[in-house]
């Protein structure tokens, strides 16, 4: 009898490690940047709100990218490749060491400067990677396969595009999926995509660029239900946000926009929305700014670089 409750008490101890082990290695998403394509603070930009960053290196952010890093497998993968990738692959590495020798794939939205521009640096003026694979869209595949300098790192075999398709799963593990969506855009070079990211134990929406949520043929208050984290464009918070400019000319969802939408929806579905893809304008990039307190305080969140969402 009392060998047997010794061995039940080493299997319970072993079922708890072994839990311990499970959730330290779990898969999670990792926010290497939460800024606009042009980053935070923009070039050119030396309005007062863009001196801060300037001037405090600390208060900087970059285009807006996550990765998503499976311990357990020594996988990292990227979401978007930002102007800003040598900072933030260096970041990836720093987060996640046991990956740093290689670098699993890359996942492409569409072709504006902040979601492909980085792909310079996998070139042979610099990294020299090796057949990394990039996801694209067909016509994200044949911009970067018939226009230089990307087709050069497609001749050189820098990297190696894998074809996506609108609404087909792509398998990157046992527990481990992505599903690509097509989404209104300016889609001058491409057509753009938002991802569904489903792990072992959650699952996310990552949709940093869209027009208005009324152009999508999907009802993006159903799909909330859908997912553990939506990622959501909030380039802009309100409309005269660029002074004169007309902001029809470049359709997003401002914020106050998306919170209206979703105002009636239970706390619970709030609380998966994470605002993303801040414009150097964007009140949301001051984290004490009445607006952010006001977003917080409807029950939002406000993405940060370094933020960790277990999948």
């Given at each position: 009898?009392?060998?047997?409750?010794?061995?039940?008490?080493?299997?319970?101890?072993?079922?708890?490690?072994?839990?311990?082990?499970?959730?330290?290695?779990?898969?999670?998403?990792?926010?290497?940047?939460?800024?606009?394509?042009?980053?935070?603070?923009?070039?050119?930009?030396?309005?007062?709100?863009?001196?801060k960053?300037?001037?405090?290196?600390?208060?900087?952010?970059?285009?807006?990218?996550?990765?998503?890093?499976?311990?357990?497998?020594?996988?990292?993968?990227?979401?978007?490749?930002?102007?800003?990738?040598?900072?933030?692959?260096?970041?990836?590495?720093?987060?996640?060491?046991?990956?740093?020798?290689?670098?699993?794939?890359?996942?492409?939205?569409?072709?504006?400067?902040?979601?492909?521009?980085?792909?310079?640096?996998?070139?042979?003026?610099?990294?020299?990677?090796?057949?990394?694979?990039?996801?694209?869209?067909?016509?994200?595949?044949?911009?970067?396969?018939?226009?230089g300098?990307?087709?050069?790192?497609?001749?050189?075999?820098?990297?190696?595009?894998?074809?996506?398709?609108?609404?087909?799963?792509?398998?990157?593990?046992?527990?481990?999926?992505?599903?690509?969506?097509?989404?209104?855009?300016?889609d001058?070079?491409?057509?753009?995509?938002?991802?569904?990211?489903?792990?072992?134990?959650?699952?996310?929406?990552?949709?940093?660029?869209?027009?208005?949520?009324?152009?999508?043929?999907?009802?993006?208050?159903?799909?909330?239900?859908?997912?553990?984290?939506?990622?959501?464009d909030?380039?802009?918070?309100?409309?005269?946000?660029?002074?004169?400019?007309?902001?029809?000319?470049?359709?997003?969802?401002?914020?106050?926009?998306?919170?209206?939408l979703?105002?009636?929806?239970?706390?619970?579905?709030?609380?998966?929305?994470?605002?993303?893809?801040?414009?150097?304008?964007?009140?949301?990039?001051?984290?004490?700014?009445?607006?952010?307190?006001?977003?917080?305080d409807?029950?939002?969140?406000?993405?940060?670089?370094?933020?960790?969402?277990?999948?």
């Amino acid at each position: 009898m009392k060998k047997l409750i010794i061995s039940t008490l080493l299997m319970a101890k072993s079922l708890i490690v072994c839990s311990f082990v499970s959730a330290q290695e779990a898969p999670y998403l990792f926010i290497l940047g939460v800024a606009q394509d042009a980053g935070y603070p923009q070039v050119g930009c030396y309005q007062p709100h863009c001196m801060k960053g300037w001037e405090d290196p600390t208060q900087r952010r970059t285009a807006t990218s996550l990765a998503l890093i499976a311990p357990d497998r020594d996988l990292s993968f990227l979401f978007e490749a930002t102007p800003h990738l040598p900072e933030q692959l260096y970041a990836l590495q720093k987060e996640a060491p046991n990956t740093r020798d290689s670098l699993d794939g890359v996942f492409l939205t569409h072709a504006h400067i902040g979601h492909y521009a980085g792909l310079m640096h996998f070139g042979r003026e610099a990294m020299n990677a090796q057949g990394l694979e990039v996801y694209a869209m067909p016509l994200m595949s044949a911009f970067l396969s018939n226009n230089g300098p990307w087709s050069q790192l497609v001749a050189l075999g820098n990297i190696a595009l894998m074809p996506l398709r609108d609404d087909h799963t792509v398998k990157l593990t046992s527990t481990l999926f992505v599903t690509p969506m097509l989404v209104p855009h300016r889609d001058e070079f491409s057509e753009t995509v938002g991802y569904r990211i489903e792990g072992p134990n959650k699952s996310a929406l990552f949709i940093p660029d869209i027009n208005k949520w009324a152009d999508w043929d999907t009802d993006i208050a159903a799909l909330l239900k859908t997912v553990d984290y939506a990622l959501l464009d909030a380039t802009f918070f309100a409309d005269g946000e660029l002074g004169n400019r007309d902001m029809s000319q470049i359709p997003h969802p401002f914020v106050v926009e998306s919170m209206a939408l979703f105002a009636d929806l239970p706390a619970t579905e709030r609380d998966k929305v994470w605002f993303i893809h801040f414009n150097h304008t964007n009140p949301l990039l001051e984290p004490e700014s009445p607006e952010s307190l006001t977003v917080l305080d409807s029950g939002y969140h406000i993405a940060t670089e370094g933020l960790r969402l277990p999948l």
